[in-house]
Structures are given as structure tokens and as C-alpha cells.
């Protein structure tokens, strides 16, 4: 039912309903031929994207959007977006060479996210789509109910949370998580699988993962380099490299905060 289509530095995903599929974000301007060849290579025709939604109109997600809506597909928009459809077009317009197409506002299907549930239901998806500010002010994220998924755009990734307290990009992401995701989508990060506990590292089977924790703490500490952590612990080198930069990055972090950010990053 997801495809990922990886044709540019964005991340963008197919999702096929019962009676049609929606195309979730775009690529920069100039990659609507690496789109087209994505979609031949995963056996897609682009006749067969029924509806386009942008998770917010920065140029690395909107670029080819009104290209792809003139194909005959429709162009879908928050309410809350209404006045971003244009934020990007100063930024195409510097480079001459862009064939950047602007969004054409007279095209477009508005709708406010309390419409959205029955919106994504004319494709046979069942789900909804919040708003969740944050990175930007028209970001929203969309939720897939069977899949218990959520698609969040540029949304600040999960492990950085503890650095955006009492932040917009927290109360987007607590309402999320009310949902109680399985999987998150990002359109610059790795999808996290969460609460899944083969996360860890196979070579870790059996170890006492608090005490080895707390030793590459107190390694790191001591100002051992991650190879010579792995040489007295025996434990794998992205184990390690992982706990480190959330030990560095994350002041004050205990142990089991390591840990959850770690499985919580799809490691």
C-alpha cells in the first residue's frame, strides 16, 4: 500500500487506497524526469496518482508539484496552507534555468483538517491529516489508521525531542504520538519502526545493554575514541557511535533515554 520513491533528497511516498492512491510530497524543480523513472521502476504510471498533498511548501517539497498536477492530478491543500502556495516561488525564480511552474491557486482542493478524514475516504484511505507547525507554519503530517502510520514531512525526527521542549515542534508531536504510531515517514530521516525490539543491534543478544551503556559512557568520559570502545566492550561500532552522539548531544540524558532514542531512530 506504501511505496517510497526515492528520485531526489526527498523522500516522497505513494499510497494506494481502494479506489485511488495519493502522492505524498514532491521532489525540487527540474526532477520531474527522475520522477517519471521512479515510477516506471516500481511499475507505477503516473496516471494511476489520483491526488498530490505537500507536507509544506518549501522549495525541496513542492518543486514538480503543479507539473504533476497538470497531469491530471489533483492538487490537495490544507486551509492552513492557503497562504504558503507561493512562499518558494522568489527562491525558483533566482535561477534561470529552473522550469519551475508556479501552483496554480484556481486548481487547487482546499480543505480544513476536520474535512480531511472523509477527503482521504474518496480514495478508499482510511486516515486523516493534522496540522502540526513546527518546522513551518503550514506543515501538516498524515495519519493512515490499518497501518497505525504517520507521514511528517520535515517534523523535527523523534530523537532530537528532548531538545525542542515546550517548542511548537513538541505539542505537533505529542499530539502525534497520541495516535501510538508504529511507523514514522520523514522526508530527510531514516523511517523509524517504533517500539520494534530487534531495533538493537543482533550482536548484543544476552549483554546486560544498561551496564554496557553506562561503560561507553564512562569510556567516552575518559576520552577513548568509539574504536577503542568497541575494542574493550565487544559491542558493534554503530552500538556505540549511536550512544555516544546522544550521550554529546543530549546533556542529562540517563541510560533508558539512550536506549529509547536509539530505538526510537531505527537503529
Same mark, same amino acid.
Given at each position: 500500500? #506504501? ?5 531526489? &533528497? ?21 526532477? +520531474?524526469? &527522475?520522477? /517519471? ?7 507505477? $504510471? ?28 489533483? +492538487?490537495?491543500? &490544507?486551509?492552513?496552507? @492557503? ?25 487547487? @482542493? /482546499? /480543505?480544513?483538517?476536520?474535512?480531511? @478524514? ?21 506543515? %501538516? ?10 507521514? *511528517? ?5 523523534? !530523537? ?8 511548537? #515542534? ?13 511507523? *514514522?515517514? !520523514? ?12 531495533? @538493537? ?5 544476552? =549483554?546486560?545493554?544498561?551496564?554496557? *551503556? $553506562?561503560? #561507553?559512557?564512562? +569510556?567516552?568520559?575518559?576520552?577513548? =575514541?568509539?574504536?577503542? *570502545?568497541?575494542?574493550? =566492550? ?29 530505538? %526510537?531512530?531505527?537503529?
Amino acid at each position: 500500500m #506504501i511505496t517510497s520513491l526515492r528520485y531526489s &533528497a526527498t523522500n516522497t511516498y505513494l499510497i494506494m487506497g481502494g479506489k485511488g492512491s495519493l502522492l505524498f510530497d514532491t521532489g525540487w524543480a527540474g526532477t +520531474l524526469p &527522475a520522477f /517519471f523513472r521512479c515510477l516506471g521502476e516500481n511499475g507505477i $504510471k503516473a496516471q494511476d496518482i489520483s491526488m498530490l498533498i505537500i507536507s509544506h511548501f518549501h522549495p525541496d517539497h513542492m518543486g514538480i508539484a503543479q507539473q504533476i498536477a497538470d497531469l491530471g492530478v489533483t +492538487l490537495a491543500a &490544507a486551509d492552513v496552507q @492557503r497562504d504558503f502556495l507561493h512562499a518558494s516561488d522568489s527562491i525558483f525564480a533566482k535561477d534561470k534555468r529552473s522550469d519551475f511552474v508556479p501552483i496554480d491557486d484556481s486548481k487547487v @482542493r /482546499f /480543505f480544513t483538517t476536520d474535512q480531511s @478524514r472523509s477527503m482521504l475516504a474518496e480514495l478508499g484511505i482510511s486516515g486523516e491529516i493534522f496540522h502540526t507547525p513546527g518546522h513551518s507554519d503550514d506543515s %501538516i503530517s498524515l495519519w493512515l489508521d490499518d497501518e497505525k502510520a504517520l507521514f *511528517v514531512g520535515d517534523l523535527n525526527p523523534l !530523537y532530537e525531542l528532548d531538545a525542542h521542549k515546550g517548542t511548537p #515542534i513538541a505539542q505537533s508531536w505529542e499530539k502525534l504520538l497520541a495516535l501510538k504510531p508504529k511507523t *514514522v515517514y !520523514y522526508a530527510h530521516a531514516k523511517t523509524a519502526q517504533l517500539g520494534d525490539s530487534s531495533a @538493537r543491534t543482533p550482536e548484543l543478544s544476552g =549483554t546486560d545493554i544498561y551496564a554496557l *551503556v $553506562k561503560t #561507553i559512557i564512562r +569510556l567516552t568520559d575518559k576520552g577513548c =575514541t568509539a574504536e577503542t *570502545v568497541c575494542k574493550k =566492550t565487544g559491542a558493534d561500532i554503530g552500538f556505540v557511535s549511536d550512544v555516544r552522539r546522544m550521550y554529546v548531544t543530549h546533556p542529562g540524558v540517563d541510560v533508558q533515554g539512550i536506549l529509547d532514542r536509539i530505538e %526510537i531512530k531505527g537503529k
